[in-house]
């Protein structure tokens, strides 16, 4: 599974072959969490395994969508239909656990379980009220380690993002038509010292590093 915090594949929107900026209609459900961090799961193997599965559900799909990109092929309506159907399962899934248990951190579910946490709420566009509590749990988890500031970043942009407001660290972009275009940032001269907050590298190179994932690839002659 590739690593949440260091690719970009979660990181955009899509709008270009029939396939809308929101890949998800909004049904917003709020959900009210017990934990901060879910301690008490300590390392539950049954848990751990179905979270890394439902985390290699969620990344095969946008590993197709990268390989189509960088083909430069079109996303139709019918993949990002499919990509729909995977992160509506997922998140009805996730929050079942979260609602159990609280935040699955790493010394719970160990880092690929926590990372697979990550993907699927990151992705659960279409209930920003579940990301909205499950980002409040997060940020409780990055001051002990449990959860990495750059996750925190990610999912506060795609919150604001679509909600229709700036996002603070820039790590959220679009496609359009081929071209890489970063959504609003709020106070954007300052953007590299609140993403160094975090733990994150400055935003230029965080950009080139999308642009050479979703760019097309010259086809070898």
């Known amino acids: 599974m590739a690593t949440a915090w260091q690719d970009g594949k979660d990181r955009i929107h899509h709008t270009r072959g ?24 300590e390392n539950d193997s049954a848990l751990v395994r179905a979270l890394v599965e439902h985390g290699r559900i969620d990344q095969a799909i946008r590993d197709t969508m990268v390989r189509k990109l960088q083909a430069g092929e079109q996303l139709d309506s019918a993949f990002g239909m499919r990509m729909m159907a995977i992160d509506s399962a997922n998140t009805t899934w996730l929050k079942d656990v979260v609602a159990r248990w609280g935040w699955p951190g790493r010394s719970a579910v160990g880092p690929e379980g926590a990372q697979a946490a990550f ?56 496609l359009t038509d081929g071209r890489l275009v970063l959504d609003p940032i709020e106070d954007s001269a300052h953007v590299d010292e609140r993403r160094a907050a975090l733990g994150m590298s400055p935003l230029g190179v965080y950009v080139r590093m999308l642009d050479s994932m979703y760019t097309a690839q010259p086809k070898p002659r």
């Open 18 to 41: 029939g396939m809308p900026r929101t890949l998800i209609p909004l049904l917003a459900v709020a959900l009210t969490v017990p934990a901060p961090v879910a301690a008490q799961v």
């Open 119 to 174: 993907l699927i709420v990151q992705h659960a566009t279409h209930d920003t009220a579940f990301q909205a509590s499950a980002l409040a749990l997060m940020r409780q988890g990055v001051t002990s380690g449990e959860v990495p500031g750059q996750a925190v970043a990610m999912l506060a942009d795609r919150i604001a993002v679509e909600r229709g407001q700036r996002q603070q660290y820039g790590t959220q972009a679009r």
